[in-house]
């Protein structure tokens, strides 16, 4: 029987990962502790993060953010723009001009047409580079 309730120990807190992905739990509340902090300082450090990341991520179209896992020294963006995929269309789904490690709806894209296009990058980059592209994205109610 699943517990209601979780300390933040249980939660196995790692880099994109936690507990909430090796069970099937749904989380419905969040109680958290906060430090507090120059209200202006907060602002502006909020502020230059959100300018930093306008300017390398597609934040103005639709995606599932990040495609694919970081491999073991690489980045999976570099990798994908070696292999000259920027900008690869399928269907209605696009590997981003702006930044390649995102795959965003460009035109009506249809969860096929995602995968197909993540599978498509898989091989290419593990043909030209021998490393395995790990997928970021979760995939729900697929077989």
Known sequence: MM????AASEMNFSYRHSLVKEEPLIVLEVEMELMKGDEEIIRRRMDDLKEQRAAKQPI???SAGSTF????GHYAGKLIEDAGLKGKRLGGAQISDK???FIINANNASAKDILKLMIDTQKTVFERFHVKLEPEICFLGWK
């Open 69 to 72: 896992k970081r491999p073991d």
């Open 3 to 6: 517990k209601s309730e979780y």
């Open 60 to 62: 103005d179209v639709p």
């Open 99 to 101: 930044h390649a490690g």
